[in-house]
């Protein structure tokens, strides 16, 4: 008998980026997400770890990317908001679940941590031009569909200082073997159609999940906001 697949909140059953299916889902997304924190404890979702994502931690201690304030998308339980909070960054999250952002909010009240939290969607943020120094998004960008991720980008590079950095751990479309996981697996090309008009590459590798360390391909992301913008494809600069 063959596998039925799972999905996930941000995950869908099926492959492909357009079509009735993907709207609908897309719709639902924010109501799923919120559905999971608000019923399931946050130590049990399998993307939660109380650990920061690897490749974000060492790029900050090896002084690859800005100091000063930070800025996660889709802070989920806020782990990594609060590692960056206790390596001296002004650190702010965001995500569109209050229930996850009251988790947030209650695990940094109890560390005595610095952290920020609000509710807010990615694709309309709350803070003026040139807010941080340092973006990070571990497991949003590739819930968006593509109209969605150019809104998303354009977000991104408004909030982002110029010489800001943004560092994201995101789906591989090339994994094709996964039978759970978002809807919209980004290619390197993919990538850069997105950011490369305000943004220019870093660093682009395959790292392992986190935290499961299974069979699943990612890659690592390292974007640094341009200092004036490139013509081509990608989203509008503003
Ligand atoms: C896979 S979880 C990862 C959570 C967290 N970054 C972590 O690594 O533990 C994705 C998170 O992004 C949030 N999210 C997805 N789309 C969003 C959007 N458009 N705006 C704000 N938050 C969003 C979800 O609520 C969820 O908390």
């Known amino acids: 008998m063959r596998n039925r697949r799972r999905t ?13 299916r993907a709207s609908v889902a ?3 997304l924010g109501a799923r997400f919120e559905r999971t924190y608000s019923t399931t404890d946050y130590r049990k979702h399998p993307w939660f770890s109380e650990r920061p994502t690897e490749f974000v931690a060492e790029a900050v201690r090896s002084g690859r990317v800005r100091r000063g304030r930070s800025l996660d998308l889709g802070c989920g339980a806020g782990t990594l908001a609060l590692w960056l909070a206790r390596q001296g960054y002004d650190a702010f999250g965001i995500d569109f679940s209050p229930s996850a ?5 209650r695990r940094a009240a109890r560390r005595k941590r610095k952290a920020r939290f609000r509710v807010a969607s990615a694709l309309d943020l709350p803070f003026p031009r040139g807010f941080a120094d340092l973006v990070t998004d571990i497991g949003l960008v590739h819930t968006l569909s593509p109209p969605r991720r150019e809104v998303y980008a354009s977000e991104l590079a408004r909030v982002l200082k110029p010489g800001g950095d943004y560092l994201t751990v995101v789906f591989a479309r090339e994994d094709q073997n996964d039978e759970i996981g978002p809807p919209y697996r980004l290619s390197v090309g993919e990538l850069m159609a997105a950011f490369e008009s305000a943004l220019e590459v870093q660093e682009v590798h395959a790292v392992p999940s986190e935290p499961a360390r299974d069979a699943r391909r990612f ?3 390292h974007l ?3 200092r004036s913008p490139q013509p081509g494809p990608g989203p509008l600069w503003r």
Do not use: C, F
Request: hydrophobic letters at 30%.
């Open 8 to 20: 996930l909140p941000g995950g869908r059953a099926g492959r492909g980026t357009t079509g009735p």
């Open 26 to 28: 897309e719709e639902k």
């Open 101 to 105: 952002v009251a988790v947030a909010t």
């Open 219 to 221: 890659y690592a992301v």
């Open 224 to 226: 640094r906001r341009r």
